[in-house]
């Protein structure tokens, strides 16, 4: 299995709205996921059409609008994005589950290669099914917390995130932000360490 540039682009953006969605940013917009990433927008949108017909994503159109996630992060497994995108996971098609076709070989159960590309195909797949977006956004946000590294999408403006809420008030984008920076801040893993601080400056 090689990942194409097009499923890695793919799993780069969802990883940014899991990441830009437990920070309080459930929405983002195309453009600012390609500034962060650094990628041709247009090629983005045709990645993100593929994920919102497969009900990835979903997008809102209009000033505030926007691509978000259509299902849960723990129900989003890397190895069912890859394969939409990329195909298969197994380098040989003889040995895939998904897209199973008869090679060459003239004898398939006693093939050696075959017996080897099926433990490869079996170590890809049990890691790519087993990770949820949910588990790598975790991993990531955890790792910025423990580098003392500023997420992305904590100091977006405003006019952008001055969206809807529930009840229908206006939310303040600037003071949102604020809150999840300081629970970003204190979560698991930090709060001794703000302990300690607060000691020392008394």
Not at 65 to 74: D, F, I, K, V
Request: net charge positive.
């Amino acid at each position: 299995m090689k990942l194409s540039k097009r499923g890695e682009y793919a799993l780069r953006a969802l990883i940014d709205l899991g990441i830009a969605s437990e920070l309080g940013w459930p929405m983002l917009q195309v453009s600012e996921l390609a500034a962060k990433e650094k990628l041709p927008i247009k090629f983005l949108e045709q990645i993100f059409a593929q994920l919102k017909e497969a009900r990835y994503v979903k997008s809102r159109r209009g000033k505030f609008g926007g691509y978000s996630l259509a299902r849960p992060m723990n129900r989003i497994k890397f190895g069912a994005v890859i394969r939409l995108i990329d195909g298969p996971l197994a380098p040989i098609r003889c040995v895939s589950q998904t897209s199973y076709a008869r090679c060459s070989c003239p004898d398939e159960v006693h093939c050696g290669l075959r017996m080897l590309m099926l433990d490869v195909r079996n170590a890809i797949s049990t890691v790519l099914d087993r990770y949820t977006l949910a588990d790598i956004v975790e991993i990531t946000l955890r790792k910025y917390r423990r580098d003392k590294v500023t997420p992305p999408f904590l100091h977006r403006s405003i006019a952008l995130t001055s969206v809807l809420s529930r009840t229908g008030e206006p939310l303040i984008g600037g003071r949102r932000t604020v809150g999840r920076f300081e629970q970003f801040l204190t979560s698991k893993g930090d709060r001794s360490h703000n302990n300690r601080a607060k000691s020392a400056d008394n």
